[in-house]
């Protein structure tokens, strides 16, 4: 009893219908078929990837069937969720093969593909490439506009006359048909893909005559409020090096350490419960958010590492000393730094560094100014602070 109340409610946001009537199910003994799909337009999983990866872990520990389904089939369309213009570039089937390469090997750190009950693993390109024009106006019947139509993120861009390209609004048609293929129980996802999901319930009635759950997870946002992920370009990757991932997490605002110890640790709820009171009271947040740091990093790697970690974090923003050691960069004379920094994986995108370069976050450490120009050649060696926690050098 206590484990399935754990799993309807650690984590959750909603559950559709209703939280009582997949928890009558659980109780009846019945074994679900539940999956959630993660969209390959990025080769990395992210933080905001690991708040559902707990809770499939959490099912699989239960004896249901988890399915970790790659969407190279709906990453196509491209998903609209969270985005407020249209997207400037679609990918190939292969594009998205290819960027899935690790994904298995960076959700491992969290749910099992091998031993009792692993999870499976299935791709959607496999069945919705497949699909004919019958097929997809067979799908696409069950819809009217309207229902398109009524979704947030649609109006909002038609109201400011921003592109709603037509491609993107296949987009929940498509994941829709994801639960008619694999015929499941139960869809989990995060609450940005509440829409989405609701229309795979729908099309199961009409096609299947059969009931499937949704249980929404919340999102994690940054200090700005903004989520953490992809789309906003502050993504962190579950195989960052610990040091950078222990730096990141110590950069969450204050009001989400509770929430993440819930959504990202496998502490006890009585845990999370404690260190949630302890904050009201008005204890001191570095304490829990160290805490939650070295927890996420030993999980993620290993005790060792986040000991390392918490180490270089307090001689290195705490005490304020520049590290010893450093990553190190080659590079050629004339290269311009943004280029450098993107090629290799220190800064997410371009967009990152005009926001670093606008927000005086690009420091020389040698001549202990800020870099203001966003098309700077690098001319000499460098040795750089990026934003409060990447120290780079950069030899010719």
Known sequence: MD????VLTRGVDKIYPSREALKKVLLSGKKLKL???FDPTGDKLHIGHMVGLRKLAAWQALGHHVIFLIGDGTGQAGDPSGKTKAREKFFTTDELRQNATDYAK?????IRFDGENPVEILYNGDWLNSLTTPDILKIAGHFSWQQLGERDLFRERIKRGETLNFRESMYPLLQAYDSVEMDVDLEVGGSDQTFNMLCGRSLMKSMLKKEKFV???????DKTGR??????DNAIALDDRPEDLFGKIMAFPDEVIAQCFECLTTVSMEKVQTVRKALKAGENPMIYKKELAFKIVSDLHDTTSAQVAQDAFSNT???KEIPNKMQEVKCKTGDLLSEILVKNKILSSKGEWRRLILGKAVHDLEKKQN???TDFKVLEDLTLKIGKRKFIKLLI
Do not use: H
Request: a positive charge.
């Open 3 to 6: 484990k399935i109340e754990e």
């Open 35 to 37: 999956y959630q799909g």
């Open 215 to 221: 249980m929404t997870t919340p999102l994690l946002v």
């Open 371 to 373: 870099i203001t120009n």
């Open 227 to 232: 989520k953490i992920g992809k789309t906003e």
């Open 317 to 319: 923003f705490q005490k």
């Open 106 to 110: 960076q959700a491992k750190k969290i």
